[in-house]
């Protein structure tokens, strides 16, 4: 589905921050990303959203290269992909309901054929009860959930997660990681990017470690 060969990526005239990097992910398959702060784990995930392409090497990505997209083929390959960046990138004046079903919206769906969807989806990370509050009287935790559900609700068919139990008790950390799985057992690809050693050892899981801008991968 993804494949990197030999990629590296340097911002400006700076060093490589990632360097000869070579992995797939599978169809279906689950992995978490680690590695210490400032070892290119958000870069790496940067690269698989499309959202940044390599100084070098091959990025093949839903069997093309991403050399040759054209920006206007972006969009409709990223609905392929779920984020959930740090940032959150929740819409302020609209309701956690809103912002959770706004990825349908804006592609013309009637609100009838996802609401419960959304509603359903907003359950299962705590927040059945707040689908009317708005993101500025959120905490950090609850922020990070709305931002889960949103990268859900389009069913897509990878997962990219940088740190999402960061924000969250461990209670949360382990829901938020069995809906990871149980999206993962219906058939979505997910890549968690994470310093949670408890997190990781939770799960049987392959273990892509990325260190000075080079990464290993224990199966």
């Known amino acids: 589905m ?14 490589e921050v990632l360097r000869d990097v070579s992995f797939s992910i599978p169809k279906q398959s ?12 958000t870069t790496l995930l940067r ?22 997209i054209k920006p206007e083929e972006l969009p409709l390959l990223r609905r392929r992909v779920g984020v ?4 959150f990138r929740l819409l302020d004046h609209m309701t956690i309901y809103e912002n959770v079903g706004l990825p349908l919206r804006v592609r013309g769906k009637e609100e009838s ?33 709305v931002a889960i559900a949103r990268a859900l609700i389009d069913q897509p068919e990878i997962l990219l997660a940088d740190e999402p139990t960061g924000n969250v008790d461990t209670p949360m950390a382990r829901r938020l990681l069995r809906l990871f799985l149980e999206l993962n057992r219906l ?28 990464l290993e991968i224990y199966e």
């Open 2 to 15: 993804i494949k990197f060969e030999n990629v590296g990526l340097r911002y400006g005239m700076g060093p």
């Open 30 to 41: 689950f992995q978490f990303l680690t590695g210490p702060s400032g070892a290119g784990k």
């Open 47 to 68: 690269l698989l959203f499309m959202s940044l392409r390599p100084t070098r090497g091959l990025i093949t990505i839903f069997d093309k290269d991403m050399a040759t």
């Open 84 to 87: 959930v960046f740090q940032d």
């Open 113 to 145: 054929s996802y609401q419960h969807d959304v509603l359903e989806l907003l359950k299962w990370v705590g927040l059945g009860e707040r689908i009317h509050a708005l993101p500025p009287v959120l905490s950090g935790g609850e922020k990070q959930r």
């Open 187 to 214: 058939g979505t690809a997910v890549v968690i990017a994470t310093h949670d050693l408890g997190l990781m050892d939770q799960v049987e899981a392959r273990r892509m470690i990325l260190s000075n801008g080079q």
